[in-house]
């Protein structure tokens, strides 16, 4: 942890407090101002259901997310199976319930305000 001044934190995901690493991806994890901050950065043919699903053992993901898209193509699948794609520069809010994938020849990368902190656990 870099303490700026007494009371403020400043970290930076380029030495991640935790990092987890799983087939075609990996989530850097920061603890900062009593919350978890998450950076997934997934390759290109990274799809949960079968790079994440094998270590969630659920049918679908069902961590909540709040993310920052950076770069890259994730198209979405719901419960129900509405698809769309997400995008650079757009935030998403994910309930529990989707499948995701990578699309294009791009690592997506995003950042996660909600639902890192027991991602690929």
Sequence with gaps: MNTVQPGYEQQDF???GETREF????LDLLHIGGAEIGRL???PGWR???DVK???GTELC???HFQYHVS???RIQTADGRTFDAVAGQVTALPSGHDAWVVGDEPVVV???WGASDYAK
Excluded: F, I, M, Y
């Design 62 to 64: 069902e961590a909540p």
């Design 111 to 113: 950042v996660d305000w």
């Design 41 to 43: 950065t997934l390759q």
């Design 14 to 16: 380029a030495h991640p």
């Design 48 to 50: 949960w259901s079968n």
């Design 54 to 56: 094998p270590l969630a």
């Design 23 to 26: 087939p075609n991806g990996r």
């Design 72 to 74: 890259g193509t994730l």
